[in-house]
């Protein structure tokens, strides 16, 4: 289902680009257009310039993040965004604070049904997501590579939380916010919170 929404998404991002003046919403759809994982990789592209891990970007390191990712931004408009994140006029942005406001509004009725997900797979309850939580909860025996002695149980249970982990930094364990940053993605491709909450009960067996 979920490359159906994706697919869905990027075409409805594609379209809705050409009706937007706002540039963060441009920006957005530019990321969504390339489906779920979209701002999750310009994240990752802004992981890379940050060399002294300061966890924030300065305009110029902005830019470059945002042509290395190929977005098709002028730099007034450039200028524009970086001013609407740069809210205390250091003249640097806090990246994590920029990927949220960058996420897809979701209601509130979303983010209790994907926090009810992630308490379901949270098996010890500490916020993180790991192998040991998957045991009990997520049944590897129905992966095709499993049955065909491929992977070990192990190996599904990482690739599986490789899907919602970060792209640069797959440690094998899920945040919340790593959890919350993928649903967001997958949530901006369905229109009713109904139809996402039936989703997600589906999904999980909540």
């Not at 979303?110 to 309850?125: C, N, P, S």
Request: proline share 2%; glycine share 6%.
């Amino acid at each position: 289902g979920t490359a159906r929404h994706d697919r869905e998404m990027a075409i409805q991002a594609k379209r809705n680009l050409s009706k937007t003046t706002d540039p963060v919403e441009r920006l957005r759809l530019q990321c969504l257009a390339r489906g779920s994982a979209g701002i999750k990789g310009l994240g990752r592209v802004f992981r890379i310039m940050d060399d002294d891990n300061s966890r924030t970007l300065d305009f110029k390191e902005f830019v470059k993040g945002l042509n290395d990712y190929a977005m098709m931004i002028d730099k007034e408009e450039a200028q524009e965004i970086f001013r609407i994140f740069d809210k205390d006029g250091s003249g640097t942005i806090d990246f994590d604070e920029f990927l949220v406001t960058l996420r897809p509004p979701m209601s509130n009725a979303r983010k209790e049904i994907i926090m009810q997900a992630f308490r379901k797979l949270d098996k010890t309850g500490d916020g993180v997501i790991t192998i040991e939580d998957l045991r009990g909860v997520y049944n590897a025996k129905h992966h095709p590579k499993y049955q065909n002695g491929d992977w070990t149980e192990d190996q599904v249970f990482r690739a599986f939380l490789d899907n919602f982990d970060s792209p640069y930094d797959k440690d094998g364990k899920v945040t919340t916010e790593e959890f919350m940053n993928y649903y967001a993605g997958v949530s901006a491709s369905i229109d009713t919170d109904v139809y996402f909450i039936i989703m997600m009960k589906n999904a999980w067996k909540l």
